[in-house]
């Protein structure tokens, strides 16, 4: 399944300030019976999100109208835990494409590059000025350059530089997953094993 190419992302962002995020926090695993990728989003952090009751709770991030944006940004250690791919899927089916932290958990990492969702880990002190910058102006925005693996506070003009695999930047850039990317070698597959036979 392809998706969106992800080249350069110029967004405001929702600050999630926590440390130690993990996967049954961003899709508690009652809500993983699901096999497509759709309706996740719908439960992103259900319940931090919502009562008992289904009310929503006034105090978090992504019930306060003041915050919206395709970049989600998070405290450090984010998405530990369980291996479940449904973390990932909840975050890009709720509208995120970007999530930026100091530290990712690398089997959520993996899953995120692998459905179109670009985590980008930053300094401990860059990760600080980004949560200041939108602390002081919700509608601050960031911008991710994926070519050129940056990211930059629009409004200070501060940049710091980020670490991406080369096949995995370059499936995102083209809006490829791993069979698009055979698919696209598909000429050069077939002309390598006409070479073999003959």
Known sequence: MAYDKFTILKSTAVPLPIENVDTDQIIPARFLKATKREGFGDNLFRDWRYNGDDTPKQDFVLNNPIYSGKILVGGRNFGSGSSREHAAWAIYDYGFRCVVSSFFADIFKGNSLNIGILPVQVSEEFLDKIFQAIEADPNAELEV????????????????????????????????????????????????EAQRLY
């Open 145 to 192: 350059n994926l070519p050129e693996q940056t990211i930059t506070i629009i409004a200070s003009g501060e940049q710091e530089s980020f670490d991406i695999n080369g096949y995995k930047k370059h499936n995102m850039v083209n809006g490829f997953d791993d069979i698009d990317y055979l698919q696209a070698m598909k000429s050069d597959i077939t002309e390598f």
